[in-house]
């Protein structure tokens, strides 16, 4: 399950050399997750046609704009829907029919082979947080997020054992313009890691700069022939596909790299208050947006995405970790699984301002329902904070640490006669313990699933040592994790001429903050 990339032994025996190969410098990734375990069907085969159905008939009846976009509509007018406008009404059973051509599962390559991942069936992929502005740790608090601050992030990613991927905008560098800091992004995730990542959707042409960059750090061929990077494409909800979402789109699907098509929802305000009324629009939504990318160009592989939070009636803030929110991912689920379509959704999604006990319940809330509702790539998986605000460097430790217990859960119960452990119980008999016998002294490294961040020590060691609460654990990991990054090897031909296509670029255009 787990390939170590690279370790250091310390020579010497028995418990000197336990120590010392605990305390080595170890960067491991575990491989995907591959559930060995059911997931949860929260509803009926009634409700999902009922919800099938209804969505057909937006489509057909009230439609979807594609705005700003004239080729999307000559796509769509040729492809049998009526326009109006910019509204599009598909008419009943097209966009499914469209869909069908979409693979069920892909593998998205990485430079470092060991680290491709796999995207559908019964996987499930980890990438971090997206997108927030903001940053906190304990030394500097809430601040704007730099780049160098996005480097850090992506050290982290490259360290954390269970984390499968890079991701991509892991925090809004705001110390570079705006129509650059895509390039210094991509260069930092291309160089600083050799993890999957994905690419710039800000604007078309920034996804062709992804394109370009993937190029050069895979060679022309191999990108043209597979995939190498997972975006995230949003749907402006409600029913609205905006030109530069679609126009990323365009561009990854042409290319054959794959988009996640994610409704971006906030029950109540951009989505009906009930569960079946935003499955609904989820489904239309999803539907619209993966025919369109199939029309573009037919197997382009994509990812059926949800992105659901409900809101607080009182304060109109999002919220996180709610039932309504996990009813919400299990429906969902399903409809994609109908689909045959790998499914995102899910994270460590919480509203907290601080990596506190709220965090902590909504982040939990919200793992759990991804593992058991059958996600295949989770964004957020790690360092999510503020709703979304902010990036925060000890959560981001902490959720990464907890990813590890997603992947022993997934394992599901082991049946075999090592599993059974009939000559351990014999062994011991009535009255004695099981810490001596050959069954626990041959399991106990493998057997239980132990955080490399919380703290098991007894009160008083505890207290001796200054009595650390989980977020100074986490900051400490995080420096440690930091000081032992060592970065993976990159042919230097290659990012010399990285670095040189990332110069060129931002010398031919002026700087824009906006």
Not at 154 to 166: A, D, I, P, Q
Not at 214 to 221: D, V
Not at 268 to 286: D, I, K, N, R, Y
Request: with cysteine.
């Amino acid at each position: 399950m787990v390939e170590a990339e690279t370790r250091r032994r310390a020579r010497g025996g028995g418990g000197a050399a336990r120590r010392a190969e605990r305390t080595s410098v170890s960067i491991e990734t575990a491989r995907y997750i591959e559930r060995n375990i059911p997931v949860y069907d929260i509803l009926t085969d009634e409700a999902l046609e009922i919800i099938e159905t209804n969505a057909e008939t937006i489509l057909e009846e009230i439609g979807v704009n594609f705005v700003e976009n004239p080729k999307a509509l000559e796509r769509w007018r040729n492809a049998g829907a009526s326009i109006e406008g910019e509204r599009v009404r598909i008419p009943r059973g097209l966009a499914r029919q469209l869909c069908a051509t979409a693979p069920s599962r892909y593998v998205q390559h990485a430079r470092n082979p060991a680290r491709n991942v796999e995207i559908g069936g019964k996987t499930l992929v980890c990438a971090p947080v997206y997108g927030p502005p903001f940053v906190r740790d304990m030394e500097g608090g809430r601040r704007y997020a730099t780049m160098a601050d996005f480097e850090r992030f992506v050290k982290l990613g490259y360290m954390s054992k269970w984390l499968h991927h890079s991701g991509g905008t892991v925090c809004e560098p705001t110390d570079v313009p705006v129509n650059k800091r895509h390039l210094d992004m991509l260069y930092a995730h291309m160089t600083l890691s050799d993890k999957p990542f994905m690419g710039s959707v800000t604007e078309p042409s920034r996804a062709r700069d992804s394109v370009e960059m993937c190029e050069i750090l895979f060679g022309k061929e191999f990108v043209r022939d597979n995939t190498v990077m997972t975006s995230l494409i949003n749907i402006n909800s409600p029913m609205t596909f905006d030109d530069v979402m679609m126009g990323a789109l365009e561009v990854y699907a042409e290319h054959n790299q794959a988009c996640i098509v994610s409704p971006f929802i906030v029950g109540g305000a951009m989505a009906p208050v009930s569960v079946m009324g935003t499955l609904t629009q989820v489904l239309a939504e999803v539907l619209a947006g993966i025919a369109y990318s199939q029309l573009v160009r037919p197997g382009a592989p994509v990812i059926f995405g949800a992105f659901v939070t409900s809101i607080d009636m009182n304060s109109g803030a999002p919220t996180f970790g709610t039932p309504e929110a996990s009813q919400i991912l299990y429906g969902a689920g399903q409809l994609a699984r109908r689909m045959n379509l790998p499914f995102r959704s899910g994270g460590s999604l919480c509203g907290s301002k601080l990596p506190d006990a709220q965090a902590a319940y909504e982040t939990a809330n919200t793992l759990n329902a991804a593992m058991m509702g059958g996600v295949n790539f989770m964004l957020h998986s790690c360092g999510w904070l503020e709703g979304g605000l902010v990036a925060s460097f000890e959560k981001f430790v902490m959720d990464a640490d907890q990813l590890g217990a997603l992947h022993k859960f997934a394992e599901g119960i082991t049946t075999d006669e090592n599993g059974q452990a009939m000559g351990a119980i014999r062994e011991v008999g009535p009255g004695g313990h099981y810490l001596g016998c050959e069954h626990t002294q041959s399991n106990f490294k493998q057997a239980f699933w132990r955080s490399d961040v919380l703290d098991y020590k007894p009160f008083e060691t505890w207290h001796e040592e200054g009595g650390r609460d989980t977020m100074v654990l986490a900051n400490a990991k995080m420096h440690q994790m930091l000081a032992n990054y060592q970065q993976p090897p990159l042919d230097p031909a290659i990012a010399e001429a990285l670095a040189a296509y990332v110069a060129h670029k931002k010398a031919s255009m002026p700087d824009a903050f906006s």
